[in-house]
């Protein structure tokens, strides 16, 4: 059997950093091939240059048996391949129909076109309706788009960049039994993902990358998943430790949080109520979009709400700003690294100062003092382990995890009494991600009260006290952590959406 | 008041003429816009279209191939934006701002020689006499070519939008470019081709202020039009359709207002003059408090850079 | 621009090169007296002894003494000008009608000058007469303030289309109430310089340092130390590189508007006041002369920084005393100088891609 793409010696370089360093492997026709590894580890470069986005340096790529070269999108779907992106690739203002059209190479007119997307939709149970707006549908939804956007196309070869992260557990079973059906089918997949169970669940073959080099080849299958994280990883990690302590007082409470969203296509919050005590972690889940951002602007400060809507240490906070519930120790780190905490043209010490002035007294008659700064910053960088040149680089220099792990750690420098995070480790690698729990339960065991937003629910597990989703602007009732089965976490997170079973 | 001495049909059929230089623009900019792309050299490019419209009028003698001129001198004009944003990743408002500041200045450069020329007119169609109907006739039938190119361009902009796909492909650029990119359009190349529109339309108008209108040059001579046009941009909501029904409320508070003055009401003819601007003004503000709706229609990639980074 | 056979490339720098930061005008300016000589010799004139004219003469020629004067005189309005439109572009805040808030200012300023007439009081009436120029300047900028902030209404197209009405009023203004009642029906108002309590003149004979310029220096130290030290000042910063930063470091967008948007205007304002009362001398319809316009092109020449402001704003005033030089001597065209100063925005803007990209000829040799 000759291999469906076989992949010879890929190597591109970026200035600074090499992607990918002779990359080789081969998917078989009707297989589900994993490509595993960490972020940053040159899995999404890789499946561009497949897909035509990027041009390799050096290596060659054959599919279907003869030489592939492609030089644009439109070349590698001529040629059969289809991908489904991580950061979708949709368009809010446009609607379905529109959406699918713009990933075809020759779309059949519009009318055509929409009974074709039911048909294909019913015939996956995947339901959708043609004529809404993107911007209208939930981010299970807008996956369901660009997958039917790849069907519609009948590939030979589906590319899929992390498909589960926007998912529900209940949604991830769906998706695997489309994902079944179209291999049954004949149909390729690569299957892109740093979760080691679904990787276990899915796939035939996995190759795993570290550092932008193939370390192995492994069958998910008979592998532990023990093996495939030390391949992944390439060292033992720590596993986050929580520390016994007692519980405190209640320190923030939300009372009846209703928020309308700032944004176009956003969710509104929708009567959020709930406590957190001294010493406590609270891990709210929940698929992206359903209000996670709204939630940390509410907490921080950033959005607005009535008074009585949340409560901190006694005292209705709810009409006050960032700087004003910093002053009384209630913090908050954004999920967006670049542009929300931190500016990405600034240097580390003035980033430092973004958040640190109040607390970490830089600001003296409004004057700021800069080497106080510097010296937060330095502080920051040294207990954090952040790699950098020094202060006075650009917070965009520096990776994503050591940038993260500056955020985070400007927030716990200061020593809140309560700390809402948004996505602490999100696109970090796995022993930065590690450090930074690590630190979010040691603030805990010192008697803050501590607020994890996540969309990861692994993370979620490791580190709660107890748990809570986010669904739709809704937040179900907290509940203890440990104990709690995957089945009843998917369900809090609002099942399947109205979701069926793939018709088999 | 006695509006007597304004006479309706003739009122309807010049302002269908005043509006015509700023709906050029507008519709113009609408298709730039739509692409993601915030050109604020608008006022430039009319000014620059008015021109070389003129200049290429007087030296040919022909109306016809002076709106040529005119479309190709400001398209010129609309690559170097081009160039400056797309290519070398400038900050569009400055180099819009940019845009406006030059053509200004070389406009008054290239039309130094011309200034008190007159150009041959061009005639208005007139449709084998339907213009004698009344009415119907001085509004409908006996206008100049461009007034009516100026309503086609309005129904070609709506049809390519809505319903051909590169029509498609610059809204989705527009909307979010990255997407776009991943796809595999070409974001550069279709903002290229929407500068480029828009700054023929935008240099059309002008020559049809040099050319019809006036008809001679004189510095300065678009008066702020091109902002206006960018404003009903924004009235418009990003729709062809409401630009057209913008440019001539504009137009007709022009014509109005110019009819007032010359009937000799007891209004500061200065406080007459500023209406257009102070409507515009009063306009926005209308269409932008409507709860954000404004904004939310304007396309997601408005004014922002792209850069493929790989 | 990653695929197919591509002549440039651009690669994100790590970090804003510094050198470039401060090299991109100095180039800018070098290749807009190429580009812009190649213009003049296109119009018919020496290049050469048009750039020798513009950037030379006035400064080491024979005539220097009475150009250098004027080159203060010119740069004050516009860096006092540029200087708060600088605090505005940093922050994201588009006041591009600094025209119209001269104007205004100016009318003000004149206006109360005008009402004390004859009274001699200097000291009561000219400063009334600054407070006045900046007031108005502030209110007439305040309008597209107040109209973003509550109805969310573009900056750039209000701020821009109130210069169209500030003209309007000016033009009233010097037919109407500020007209000279003693002017024999001509347009205009009074003249300031010959009322001893409201001119504006020389501080220092020959050197063109009147009070504008005095004020323009200060602006110039204020904007340095808000920028640099000030609490405000960062907050300008955030909100400009990036809004949602600023609003989770606890920036209030309003107040920054008001607060951006107030202090260009009051700025502009006082220019007007400046320039009405001393080297213009009177309200008249064309009074203004689009230093507010050219004081875009400065801020940007100046990096946005007061320093470098300072020094574009010196240039383009030479820019305008050469322009005006080389009409008289060598005949060239008053609208080139205005062709001349939008070329130099150009080349700003495209060699600013430096300072953030790295520039590669030529497509990677595949190895």
Known sequence: MTALLDVRGLTKAYPGVVANDDVSFSIDPGTVHALLGENGAGKSTLVKMVYGLVRPDTGSMQFSGAEFAPGSPQEARAAGIAMVFQHFSLFEALDVAENVALGMENPPPMRKLAQQIREVSETYGLPLNPDRLVGDLSAGERQRVEIIRCLLQDPKLLIMDEPT??????????LFQTLRKLQSEGTSILYISHKLEEIRALCDDATILRLGKVVGTADPRTSSAHELAAMMVGEELKVPKARDHALGDVTLRLDGLSVASPGAFGTSLKDISFELREGEVLGIGGVAGNGQDELLGALSGEIPVAPGAVTFKGEAIGHLGPVARRRRGLLAAPEERLGHAAAPNMSLSENAALSGWL??????????????ARSFASEV??????????????ARALSGGNLQKFVIGREILQAPDALVVNQPTWGVDASAAAAIRQALLDLAAGGAAVLVISQDLDELMEISTRFAALNEGRLSAPRPAAGLTVEAIGLMMGGAHGMEVAHA | MDFGSINPVLLIASLMVASTPILLAAIGELVVERSGVLNLGVEGMMIVG???????TVETGSPALGFLGAALGATLLALVFGVLTQIFLSNQVATGLGLTLFGLGISALMGQQYAQL?????????????NEVPVLGPIVFNQHPVVYLSLILVVAVWWFLRTTRPGMILRAVGENHEAAHALGYSVIGTRFAAIAFGGACAGLGGAFLSLVIVPQWTDGMTAGRGWIALAIVVFASWRAWRVLLGAYLFGGISVLQLNLQAAGFAIPVELLSMSPYLITILVLVIISSGRGRASGQAPASLGRTFHASG | MQRGPILIRLEKRAAPSRVWAWATPLVAVLMTMVAGGMLFAFLGTDPVAAIRTIFWDPLFGEFAFFYRGQLLIKAGPLILIAVGLALGFKAGIWNIGAEGQYIIGAICGAAVALAFYPLEARWLIFPLMVIAGALGGFLWAMIPGVLRTRFNTNEILVSLLLVYVAEQILAWMALGPLRNPEGAGFPGSRNLRQYESAANNELIAGTGMHWGVVAAFIAVIFAYVLLSRHLTGFHIRVAGESPRAA??????PTRLILFCLGVS???????GLFEVAGPSGQISIDFNVGYGFTAIIVAFLGRLHPIGILLAGLLMALTYIGGEAAQATLGLPAAAIQAFQGMLLFFLLAFDVSTNFRVRFGARAPA
């Open chain 1, 165 to 174: 992260s926007v998912l529900t557990p209940q949604e991830v079973d769906i």
């Open chain 1, 359 to 372: 607390r970490q007294g830089m600001v003296r008659s409004n004057l700021i003092d800069w080497r106080k």
């Open chain 1, 381 to 394: 960088i040294a207990s954090f382990d952040v790699r950098t040149p020094g202060t006075e680089v650009p």
């Open chain 2, 50 to 56: 008015a021109v070389t419209g003129f200049i290429a």
């Open chain 2, 118 to 130: 007159r150009t041959p007119s061009s005639p208005r169609w007139e449709f084998f006499g339907l």
């Open chain 3, 247 to 252: 609003r989770f470091a606890g920036v209030n």
């Open chain 3, 265 to 271: 205007g009051a700025l502009a304002g006082l220019a």
